[in-house]
């Protein structure tokens, strides 16, 4: 099967629907009152996607990428409202990421790799085994420091047809990698039941990850946290969050060190210690979330059928 760049329109331009204004956000601290507010709407900026996924900003074109995993397409939405495919089919993609030099990474289900695309056309695959074993079905994915791929690998997509396509693991554990683009080094950080989630402190010191055996059975539905040494490896392993409904399944970090968190019931926002600062309740359940726009202060939510946005006050 050959990806193809189809640019098929998917919304016109025009003004995004409303859900409503944030009448039952809860405030555990007043600092949370200086971002969010009563009455900020919850915008809806597209709906019809059937497993929305991987937001990531993507500042030089302006605008927001995201997946649909069981629809298998990768889309853009522009400030304008306008929504259309850049690669259509996917190999069931999940997860997406910025790099440096402007090209973006990919996390795929279907060809259990990561693939690179330009953002405009075919992705080729890049990470595709790890020691001689095939990945289990990459997740999400984040860039790290000196040019580095940091990314999960769970079973979630060779588990459910849904998703990607079923098949027994070639590898003995569910883990956590730093790829180096410059030398094509493949290193297992640390493992997991089912890792899934994973993002960098605003200073690269911290790593967090979610791990979301929950989802498939499992007993995990947790965030931990990682310092990251001089050397790039990971130490001090610890508990930060855990959500009592659903999953933290994707999360992003803000230039504050706040996490936000999906969960089962909405967006759970955390500080760096994981003490809850707030929460927002969504009414469908959120998969991930980035920030972005053109100030940095709009909140990009990716449910099963919509996109969602939030515009912080500061």
Known sequence: MKNAL????????????SLGK?????????????????DTPLLVLHEGT?????????QARNRLVWSDVISRRLMAWHPDGRVHTIIDPTWFMNGNALLSDGIMAHCEHGRRCISLSSGEGEALPAITHYQGGRLNSPNDI???AQDTIWFTDPVFGIHSAAEGYIAEPELPHRSVYRYRRRTGELTRMADFDQPNGLAFSQDGRTLYVSDTSRAIGGGTHHIFAFDVRDDGHL????TLYETAKGVPD???VDARNWIWTTA?????????NGVCLGFIPLPE???????????????????????????LRI
């Open 6 to 17: 189809t640019g098929t329109i998917l919304r016109h331009a025009g003004l995004p629907s």
């Open 22 to 38: 944030l009448r039952d956000i809860r405030m555990n601290d007043p600092s949370l009152a200086a971002v969010l507010d009563f």
């Open 50 to 58: 059937t497993h929305g996924e991987g937001p990531v900003w993507d």
């Open 142 to 144: 984040v860039t790290g």
């Open 235 to 238: 130490d001090n392993q610890r």
């Open 250 to 252: 994707g999360f992003a």
């Open 264 to 272: 089962g019931d909405g967006i759970h926002i955390l500080d760096l």
């Open 285 to 311: 359940v959120p998969a991930n979330c980035t920030f972005g726009g053109t100030n940095g202060r709009r909140f990009f939510i990716a449910t099963k059928t919509r996109l969602l946005a939030i515009d």
